[in-house]
C-alpha cells in the first residue's frame, strides 16, 4: 500500500521567472517554526543548489536553534548561536537526478564567473559554457530577494548565503564584486579550479 510522502514541516514552494536569466526557478521557503505564533522578522538564509541539499540544512538550521533555545551547548566550550531563519533555497523546475544533463548544464551556466568550454566539457557538457553569474546575481538581487522581502517578515539587513562546489564559486563572486549583497558568506569547497583558477585574479 503507497505511503503518503516526506515533507518537510512548515515550508513551501513557488515559482518565479527571472527576466535577468530567462529561466523559471522553484524557490523552497522553510519559515521558522514559531513564524505563525509570532510577529519577528527574521534573518534569511539563501541555499543555492537547494535540489540537493534544502532539506539537510533546513533540519540542520532548525535542530541548531531548538537546542540554542533550550539552552543546551550555549556556554564554553560550545559556543553555539544560531537564530530563527528563514531558509530560501534555488532551485530548478527539473532535479539533478530526473534530468541530469539539463540540470547540470543551466546549474553550470548560472553559476560560473566566465564562459569555459573546455572546463564544460570536463564535466561532460557538450554545448554549455558557463558565465552567467552575472545575471544569476542580478535575478537574486533584483527578483528573488525583493520577492522574499515583501512577502514574509524578513530582516533586509541580515541575510547569508550558502554554496557548496560550483555554489562556493559563485559565493565567491558575489563577495568580490557585490560584497554588500549578503551580511554572511558561507563557502564550501569552491570549484576554484573553473577557467585556469579565474577567481584568484
Given at each position: 500500500m503507497p505511503q503518503p510522502p516526506i515533507s518537510?514541516?512548515?515550508s513551501e514552494a513557488r515559482t518565479l521567472y527571472?527576466?535577468?536569466v530567462g529561466?523559471?526557478?522553484r524557490i523552497l521557503i522553510a519559515l521558522p517554526m514559531n513564524y505563525a505564533e509570532s510577529n519577528d522578522r527574521y534573518p534569511v538564509l539563501y541555499v543555492l543548489d537547494a535540489d540537493m541539499v534544502f532539506?539537510?540544512?533546513t533540519e540542520l538550521v532548525r535542530s541548531a536553534a531548538s537546542v540554542?533555545?533550550?539552552g543546551i551547548l550555549s556556554s564554553d566550550?560550545?559556543?553555539l548561536y544560531v537564530p530563527n531563519l528563514i531558509l530560501v533555497g534555488i532551485s530548478y523546475p527539473t532535479s539533478w537526478y530526473e534530468q541530469p544533463k539539463l540540470w547540470w548544464s543551466v546549474r553550470t551556466r548560472d553559476l560560473t564567473p566566465t564562459q569555459n568550454p573546455d572546463d564544460a566539457r570536463g564535466l561532460g557538457l557538450e554545448g554549455t559554457f558557463g558565465g552567467n553569474a552575472g545575471k544569476f546575481l542580478r535575478f537574486m538581487r533584483n527578483e528573488l530577494m525583493p520577492m522574499v522581502n515583501s512577502n514574509y517578515r524578513t530582516d533586509p539587513e541580515d541575510s547569508t548565503i550558502v554554496g557548496h562546489s560550483g555554489g562556493g564559486l559563485f559565493a565567491l563572486y558575489v563577495l568580490f564584486h557585490q560584497p554588500e549583497t549578503f551580511r554572511r558568506y558561507v563557502v564550501s569547497s569552491p570549484s576554484l579550479w573553473w577557467d585556469k583558477k579565474?577567481?584568484?585574479k
Open positions: 518537510i514541516t512548515n527571472s527576466k535577468s529561466q523559471e526557478y532539506g539537510f540544512i540554542r533555545a533550550l566550550p560550545f559556543p579565474v577567481t584568484f
